[in-house]
């Protein structure tokens, strides 16, 4: 049996709506997969498995690598969006101590307006989907090599 498990710290609930969302689409490859939770002691791990279908005992790696890419797709969606505005604060704190703190706000607002794009310009759409994949490519990788994960180690460390 192939599965994989994202560990994630408190509350799964938006990990779980982004996996969900995007193991929707394993409905069309006739992949078959289920997704449970399990709580405890303030973390949750979220277990993703291949269950024993028709095209799994055909190409069972076939079907775990499908099931690879389209929960690095879905993590690296929740990375951007929960890590990627803390991170840059890390950055800029670590690095620009020297401004003050309106001025660290405003370095951040504009790096957050660039890198969400709010200009809608092509360079930066391009940036965007360039970021999705380097962070997709990573957990790829990462689970090459291991079917568990804690998100924030993988982030803070990654």
Known sequence: MHFLCIGV?????????????????????KVNYSINEIDSDGSTSIICTINNG??????PDESYNILKTYISNALADYIIGQYEEKLIARIINSNYGYFNSMEKKEILN???????????????????????????????????????????GFVNLG
């Open 54 to 59: 028709r095209f799994y005992k055909e190409k």
């Open 9 to 29: 710290n408190g509350s799964a609930d938006s990990v779980l709506q982004h996996i969900t969302n995007e193991l929707r689409h394993l409905k069309n490859k």
């Open 110 to 152: 504009r790096a957050l307006s660039i890198l969400r794009n709010d200009d809608k310009t092509l360079i930066n759409s391009i940036y965007q989907i360039r970021r999705r994949n380097i962070i997709t490519r990573k957990l790829m990788d990462y689970f090459d090599n291991s079917n568990k994960i804690i998100l924030d």
